[in-house]
């Protein structure tokens, strides 16, 4: 029999590149037509405990299933439709409602877990889109405290009055702010003083050095005290190895992402991968080159 495990790796059956390695740019008209014909879904990445291993909650992220081209990562479609910003906004507004029916799904059957979907600071201030997202949210059965809102920044903006204005609006109705990729390109210290966050989803690249090199060390030993401090929660992304998990478990880091525990999978069938593991075991690991 085939193990759970490697069922849902080869899930993905492609690594993160940007769209010239697929030899395939989409075009404006080519997306439009992909989002009518629903072609965009939710994958699914658990965030787990370092410690244990167990599930935290979930981070929703975009896959196009490309009738032609097979199945494509956002880097293969995300920065031309962030040229096109309502593109990103029908795509934010797909997810959200694949990701909360499957939430509300995961919790008929007795397993309630947060889930958070991405947003460019960009959206962020779009007081019109914020408004669709929140007469989404109002017909949520689940308390609002577990949908997490990560804001992502792949090109420089500024956090405007209508951000600020924006966060406490979701803030108030219990929408957790999460500040994603923190570290690297515009996601900054300033960022942490302008807006409220409830979480720091500290960046993969710092992850991938901290054992080795002193400096990344003093940044993620200084980033667990910052969190604690603002009282927001630490989540370190890109985990891939067991070294990893052990060095930042000693650290003081609680929450963790990445392809050690496992990789984004089909919103569809995570019902059935947690079924299978409840808890992602740190043998996991050997599945890992
Ligand atoms: P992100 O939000 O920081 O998501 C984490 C990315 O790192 C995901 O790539 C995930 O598959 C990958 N990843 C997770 N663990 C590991 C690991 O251990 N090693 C490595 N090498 N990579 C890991 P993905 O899904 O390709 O998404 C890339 C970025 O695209 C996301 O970064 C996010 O900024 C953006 N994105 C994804 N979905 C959406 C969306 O629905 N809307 C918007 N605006 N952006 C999205
Ligand atoms: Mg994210
Ligand atoms: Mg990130
Ligand atoms: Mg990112």
């Known amino acids: ?9 080869s899930a993905e059956p492609y690594q993160s590149a940007p769209a010239t390695l697929f030899g395939y740019t989409p075009n404006v008209h080519e997306i439009l037509r992909g989002l009518r014909c629903h072609e965009f879904v939710a994958y699914v990445q658990p965030k787990f405990e370092l410690e244990s291993n167990a599930v935290h909650s979930v981070e929703v992220l975009a896959r196009w299933e490309h009738p032609q081209r097979g199945l494509l990562a956002p880097a293969a479609f995300i920065p031309l439709m962030a040229f096109e910003t309502l593109l990103l906004d029908e795509l934010l507004c797909d997810l959200l409602d694949q990701g909360l029916a499957c939430q509300t799904e995961l919790h008929s059957q007795g397993r309630t877990l947060g889930f958070s979907f991405n947003l460019s600071m960009l959206q962020l201030a779009n007081d019109a889109l914020i408004g669709r997202l929140i007469g989404r949210l109002g017909e949520h059965t689940l308390p609002l405290s577990l949908v997490t809102l990560e804001v992502t920044e792949d090109a420089p903006s500024v956090a405007s009055a209508a951000c600020f204005q924006n ?11 999460s500040l994603d990729d923190y570290g690297t390109g ?19 690249q710092v992850t991938w050095h901290s054992i080795e090199n002193r400096p990344y060390r003093s940044v993620i030993g200084n980033t667990v005290a910052l969190a604690q401090e603002l009282r927001m929660q630490l989540v370190v992304e890109g985990i891939e190895t067991e070294g990893q998990r052990v060095w930042l478990k000693q650290m003081g880091v609680q929450l963790g992402q990445g392809y050690l525990h496992s ?13 299978a593991n409840p808890y992602a075991i740190a043998t996991r690991s050997s599945f890992n080159s």
Do not use: H
């Not at 966060?167 to 702010?177: F, T």
């Open 1 to 9: 029999t085939t193990c759970p495990i490697q069922q849902s790796i």
């Open 167 to 177: 966060v406490s609006r979701l803030r108030r109705l219990g929408v957790r702010m």
């Open 186 to 204: 515009y996601s900054s210290l300033l960022r942490l003083c302008q807006l409220p966050f409830d979480e720091l989803k500290l960046a993969s």
């Open 263 to 275: 990789r984004p999978m089909a919103a569809d069938s995570f019902a059935e991968w947690l079924r």
